[in-house]
């Protein structure tokens, strides 16, 4: 967990980077820290409550957000219509899927 000790360890010219999971950082700290400049900025991808994004970080200057892409590169999105069809045609024979869902 990225907390408020891990932020201040930044210092003021520290630039927090998300792109993995938003639970991984106390983002109510992350908003102190940025509002009163113990770090310098962020980049999100992610954010804890999505899609809720809070109002502070839209409205600063030295946050950039984006939605979370990662996983839209040509290969997944291929890989991923192959795996479709592969687990239609399989459903369709009576097979079993080549990618389950887990049922718990």
């Known amino acids: 967990m990225i907390n408020k000790e891990v932020l201040l ?29 113990e770090i310098r900025g962020a980049g999100l991808d992610v954010f804890e409550n999505e899609p809720h994004i ?14 979370h892409m990662g996983v839209y590169t040509l290969e997944s999105l291929k890989r991923g219509s192959e795996l479709m069809i592969a687990n239609l045609a399989a459903f369709f024979s009576n097979k079993p899927l080549v990618t389950p869902a887990m049922d718990d």
């Open 54 to 67: 809070p109002k502070e970080l839209v409205e600063m200057d030295n946050v950039v957000l984006s939605p």
């Open 9 to 37: 360890a930044l210092g003021k010219y520290g630039v927090v980077v998300n792109i993995g999971r938003g639970a991984i950082i106390d983002e109510k700290e992350m908003v102190k820290c940025l509002v009163n400049g």
